[in-house]
Nanobody
Framework: VQLQASGGGLVQAGGSLRLSCAAS????????MGWFRQAPGKEREFVAA????????SYADSVKGRFTISRDNAKNTVSLQMNSLKPEDTAVYYC????????????WGQGTLVTVSS
């Protein structure tokens, strides 16, 4: 699986951005997909994830209620809608794929930079 993230940019606090991740590979629909982020000087952290079968989702507490993850298996894409952005959301955002029956995200996109100005 190859992943290509896009949609990052500069936005003012309170604004919105939509990140997209395009995946290649015939088995995309069976993978658990996630978004992570890494702010300058900080470790990479989990943001959101979505299951492959029932579309179940999970979110970091810091983004719950503001971010929404979704996927379109027909188009091999996963998206992250980010609303009410805060300066602390500034980071490089990565999409990742976890093969079925595993506990590790094995495939990673190249990252897209999100900058939120105050």
């Amino acid at each position: 699986v190859q992943l290509q993230a896009s949609g990052g940019g500069l936005v003012q606090a309170g604004g919105s951005l939509r990140l997209s991740c395009a995946a290649s590979g015939r088995t995309f629909s069976t993978y658990f997909m996630g978004w992570f982020r890494q702010a300058p000087g900080k470790e990479r952290e989990f943001v959101a994830a979505i299951g492959w079968s029932d579309g179940s989702t999970s979110y970091a507490d810091s983004v719950k209620g503001r971010f929404t993850i979704s996927r379109d298996n027909a188009k091999n894409t996963v998206s992250l809608q980010m609303n009410s952005l805060k300066p602390e959301d500034t980071a490089v955002y990565y999409c990742a794929a976890r093969p079925p029956s595993t506990s590790t995200y094995r495939y990673w996109g190249q990252g897209t930079l999100v900058t939120v100005s105050s």
